[in-house]
């Protein structure tokens, strides 16, 4: 209606409120996809003397960006966990630079050999909470060097936010990072930072999940009296809080509550809002019915269709027009003040993004709490 792009739109919104992140944040559909990576393992046959002898702690201290993963000597597999020492004739698999290994591969180490006993070696992407006092204060590339052997860091993230992971950066208690690397490496890292890894998203605990319902429902129900008038959040704003809680602390905390996937998310949301029209539909359609007399069938339309246009289409015009949002967030900010998960879900279809998602627990909050009051000044002055 206004001209705008919807798709073009929520791109740029995406951008804009990135503030140049390039990971998801702990805990979201996919955050834990390992994708393309320029570090890559490759196989050698050791064959010069400069390596010959030294441990793979040693090596790691010379060489950190090229770590030794495993070794595969007459057959059997020695894992680097064990920090043995390389011998001539070993199969080390290296992982670094791709670039860095095939130009220098073979002349720093020897001969590039197809070895599936070394290449076979499962990486898995993880993220980790900073639980450890001790490691506060400390920047990554100290880190590195102490625990980091065998890790690709992805990002890092400070209250939910990516901030940029460089070696100067300073560690914090309750950052969270998200690491690659084989299994071993990345247990080791968590230990050390006090907490444990988060690798599976593929299952959903559910127990947090009803506990943080339920905690909502009960908030819900707790009133108070202000000048004879009882104030209640109501059972859906308090289940709404309690979301946005729970999805806040998650953010800075990916162990808290359990994995939940996609899947599970998907279901849930959907469910829910099936269940909630067709109870809706089940307690307000015979009243409906009954009250169409005469008349009443035309003022019903009338006014019910200005309620339900004029409103988020003033909004909408505010918001573009004076506010200069962007059309998707303004779109999120107007289906949250109308508490339309619906209308949420049709724009995230139509932009192909969830950005809108963003601005509508914020209105929804606020209208939640004003439809209630407005409820209350409407039944004084009638």
Not at 86 to 108: C, F, N, Y
Not at 248 to 271: C, H, K, M, T, W
Not at 307 to 323: D, H, N, Q, R
Request: glycine share 10%; proline share 5%.
């Amino acid at each position: 209606m206004f001209g705008h792009d919807p798709v073009a739109d929520a791109k740029q919104a995406e951008q804009d409120m990135s503030g140049g992140a390039t990971e998801l944040v702990p805990g979201a559909a996919g955050s834990l996809t390992i994708g393309f990576s320029a570090l890559e393992i490759r196989a050698y046959k050791l064959e010069h003397d400069t390596l010959i002898g030294k441990t793979i702690e040693q090596l790691f201290q010379l060489y950190p960006s090229a770590p030794i993963l495993r070794i595969v000597r007459g057959g059997q597999v020695i894992e680097s966990s064990d920090n043995p020492t390389l011998q001539k004739d070993d199969i080390i698999a290296v992982r670094s630079d791709v670039h860095e290994l095939i130009l220098k591969g073979t002349e720093v180490i020897g001969e590039e050999v197809d070895e599936p006993l070394a290449l076979n070696i499962q990486l898995e992407a993880a993220d980790i909470r900073v639980g450890a006092p001790g490691i506060s204060g400390k920047t990554l590339a100290e880190l590195a060097k102490e625990i980091g052997f065998g890790l690709q860091l992805k990002g890092m993230f400070r209250q939910g936010v990516q901030i940029p992971a460089l070696p100067k950066t300073v560690i914090q208690f309750g950052d969270v990072i998200r690491v690659v690397g084989p299994d071993w490496c990345v247990q080791k890292v968590a230990k050390a930072l006090g907490s444990r890894a988060l690798l599976d998203t593929s299952v959903t605990e559910v127990m947090w999940m009803a506990i943080a319902m339920v905690i909502g429902y009960l908030v819900g129900l707790l009133s108070f009296t202000a000048g004879g008038i009882p104030f209640a959040l109501g059972t859906s704003a308090g289940c709404l809080l309690a979301g946005i809680f729970v999805s806040y602390f998650r953010s800075r905390n990916p162990e808290f509550g359990g994995p939940v996937s996609e899947g599970a998310r998907s279901f849930l949301q959907d469910i829910g809002l099936n269940m909630f029209i067709a109870v809706l539909a089940a307690n307000v359609g015979p009243k409906v019915i009954n009250s169409f007399h005469g008349d009443t069938v035309i003022w019903v339309a009338i006014i019910g269709a200005c309620a339900t246009l004029l409103p988020v289409i003033v909004a909408f015009i505010v918001g573009i027009k004076v506010f200069k949002l962007n059309s998707v967030i303004c779109d999120g900010a107007c289906t949250g003040a109308r508490n339309s998960t619906p209308g949420l879900n049709a724009i995230n279809d139509q932009s192909q993004s969830s950005i809108a998602a963003s601005p509508y627990p914020v209105t929804y909050a606020l209208t939640t709490v004003l439809v209630l009051i407005g409820g209350y000044i409407a039944q004084i002055l009638s």
